[in-house]
């Protein structure tokens, strides 16, 4: 997650200036995914039985949602790698 943290935070650096990503995104569903991963590991404390049902699919789909982000972050730098490269 430390990672994760590193990019959201240099994906908010004014000189970056990458085009065409999606940098809302990318952090949106960064801080959902931390959101949700406090509810689970809150709710851990408590008898099963008591946990709220939604919780692995919310952060499933959290989880699933910053995985596409981070795909979608990964395709667009490498892109822009591609195109600065190719100038050369």
Do not use: C, H
């Not at 065409?20 to 590991?41: G, P, Q």
């Not at 939604?54 to 790698?81: F, M, P, V």
């Amino acid at each position: 997650m430390a990672m994760l943290d590193l990019i959201s935070t240099e994906l908010q650096t004014p000189q970056l200036t990458l085009g065409t990503l999606d940098k809302k995104a990318f952090v949106e569903s960064r801080l959902r995914y931390a959101n949700e991963f406090i509810e689970v590991a809150s709710a851990l404390r408590l008898p099963i039985e008591q946990r709220p049902n939604s919780l692995t699919a919310n952060w499933a789909a959290a989880g699933s949602k910053l995985a596409e982000a981070a795909n979608s972050q990964s395709n667009a730098l490498s892109a822009i790698l591609l195109r600065r490269s190719l100038r050369r």
